[in-house]
């Protein structure tokens, strides 16, 4: 579980904002939404479905969409670095 104040993936005002939330909760609980664009809440989409193909061959459960997310960034926070020029990156463990 996360603690964390409003989250925003994509705060780009010509870019249309969806929002998926319920996956992050800020300290007192309550859930967090995440705004994201077109093209990320497809990508996230396409995800879902190639993991989910796989999770029914295994007799397992399909995932949500925020279910996915969530545990994207349950796995990928921890490693979030900011480069010297000011750009996040994700290093592997």
Do not use: W
């Not at 809440?41 to 995800?47: F, L, T, W």
């Amino acid at each position: 579980m996360y603690t964390c104040g409003t989250a925003h993936v994509n705060t780009c005002p010509r870019a249309h904002m969806y929002y998926l939330g319920e996956f992050l909760m800020n300290g007192d609980g309550m859930a967090t939404n995440v705004r994201l664009t077109t093209a990320e809440q497809e990508a996230i989409r396409q995800k879902a479905i190639e993991f989910n193909k796989i999770l029914i061959k295994q007799g397992k459960q399909p995932m949500r969409d925020s279910e996915l997310v969530h545990k994207i960034l349950e796995k990928s926070v921890h490693c979030a670095r900011l480069s010297e020029s000011g750009e996040v990156i994700i290093e592997s463990e």
